[in-house]
Nanobody
Framework: VQLQASGGGLVQAGGSLRLSCAAS????????VGWFRQAPGKEREGVSY????????YYAGTMRGRITISRDNAENTVYLQMSSLKPEDTAVYYC???????????????WGQGTLVTVSS
């Protein structure tokens, strides 16, 4: 599986962005697709995941209430809609696949290259 994350960019505080994670090669056959982020000097943290079979979702505490994860299985794409962005949301955002219901990055096996989100104050 190859994952391509896109949609990042520069946005003002309070703005919105939609990130996309497109899979190529072997399609999404894993249990779930997750989004993570890593800010400079910080560890990678989980943001959300979506279960491929039925679209069930999990949101980590950090961005809960400001994000919506969705999927399009026909297009092999997962989206992360982010709103009310804050400067502390600035990070590289990654998507990845897992065979478990988890936000532990060690349990994710295929990773995209990341897309940079910069939120200005």
């Amino acid at each position: 599986v190859q994952l391509q994350a896109s949609g990042g960019g520069l946005v003002q505080a309070g703005g919105s962005l939609r990130l996309s994670c497109a899979a190529s090669g072997r399609t999404f056959s894993s249990y779930a697709v997750g989004w993570f982020r890593q800010a400079p000097g910080k560890e990678r943290e989980g943001v959300s995941y979506i279960r491929r079979s039925d679209g069930a979702v999990y949101y980590a505490g950090t961005m809960r209430g400001r994000i919506t994860i969705s999927r399009d299985n026909a297009e092999n794409t997962v989206y992360l809609q982010m709103s009310s962005l804050k400067p502390e949301d600035t990070a590289v955002y990654y998507c990845a696949t897992t065979n478990m219901a988890t936000m532990n990055p060690d349990d994710y096996h295929y990773w995209g290259q990341g897309t940079l989100v910069t939120v200005s104050s």
